[in-house]
């Protein structure tokens, strides 16, 4: 197993996951993704829905609350596109965010294929832990402070930032898109709503330490055929890029495989 490092995530060949069931490798992959945070396996080829789900179960109890598309190759795997006919789709475009804030405990992984790559639709990941670690004081005050209210499902409250179940190390619970409103110092006696304002200010500073120096944290991936990723869903936060949704007469036809698998450790300070 070659193991080659990018910015964010690493990237391996030698793998070939269709047919990997060995222990050790699979033991392996599974301390790689909590170092690493994301794992980028190439030349897949085209992985089947089943094995997406196969591999997918090394990682714990799938969940799978989205939409069934009709073209969707396994009833646990969401099927996503640029064209309404092959898969869901604007999926990942309200926001950046992880993956089910809207769930008492959001889910604990993430795995990606790309059954169809398109010339453009490109996938954005930033890493929360140095995303929090480069916040000033008074920014990072007010960020610790703000509770997250989902606005799906029963509306969890979640920490925006609290401690990784794993690492122990800090991470964010939110989505820019999914949230109808924070909470600041919840529980405590200082407790109050934020106010509309705020709640819009919070969004807004969130979204631009993400963009600070003209990107620096962010990882784009620029898929390409094969390519399977294996994400830590709570350590990175992710966002499609614009172009995921160009007409496919434009950049040829996108189709996005994702499983996720569920959360067991509710966030909490």
């Given amino acids: 197993m070659e193991k080659i490092l990018k910015p964010l995530g690493c990237e391996v060949r030698g793998v070939d996951l269709k047919t990997e069931n060995r222990p050790e490798i699979i033991k392996q992959i599974k301390e790689d993704v909590t170092e690493h945070r994301i794992l980028i396996f190439k030349d897949q080829g085209i992985v089947s829905g089943d094995r997406h789900v196969e591999i997918s179960r090394w990682f714990g109890e799938l969940e799978s609350t989205f939409y069934k598309h009709p073209k ?4 646990d795997v969401f099927r996503v596109s640029n064209d ?18 809207f769930q008492p405990a959001p889910f ?23 995303l929090i ?3 000033d004081k008074d920014t990072f005050d007010t960020w610790n402070k703000a509770w997250m209210l989902s606005d799906r499902r029963s509306s969890p409250i979640h920490p925006l930032i609290y401690s990784h179940p794993q690492t122990g190390k800090p991470v964010l619970c939110f989505h820019l898109g999914m949230t109808t409103g924070f909470i600041w110092n919840y529980k405590l006696p200082s407790e109050a709503t934020a106010s509309r ?5 919070l969004l807004k500073s969130i979204d631009s330490k993400i963009n600070q120096d003209n990107g620096k944290y962010i ?8 390519d399977f990723i294996i994400s830590d869903n709570l350590a990175v936060g992710h966002f499609a890029h614009s172009s995921t949704q160009a007409p496919r007469s434009e950049v040829g036809l996108r189709v996005l495989h994702r499983t996720t698998i569920k959360g067991t450790t509710p966030p909490k300070k």
């Fill in 72 to 75: 969707s190759p396994h009833p």
């Fill in 219 to 226: 990882y784009v991936h620029k898929w390409e055929p094969g």
């Fill in 197 to 201: 304002e705020e709640y819009k200010a």
């Fill in 108 to 130: 604990s992984y993430s795995l990606y294929h790309m059954e169809s790559v398109p010339k453009e639709g490109h996938t954005l990941f930033i890493p929360l832990t140095e």
């Fill in 84 to 101: 309404k006919n092959e898969g869901c789709t604007n999926v990942g475009r309200s926001g950046w965010h992880i993956d089910g804030t």
């Fill in 133 to 135: 670690e480069s916040l």
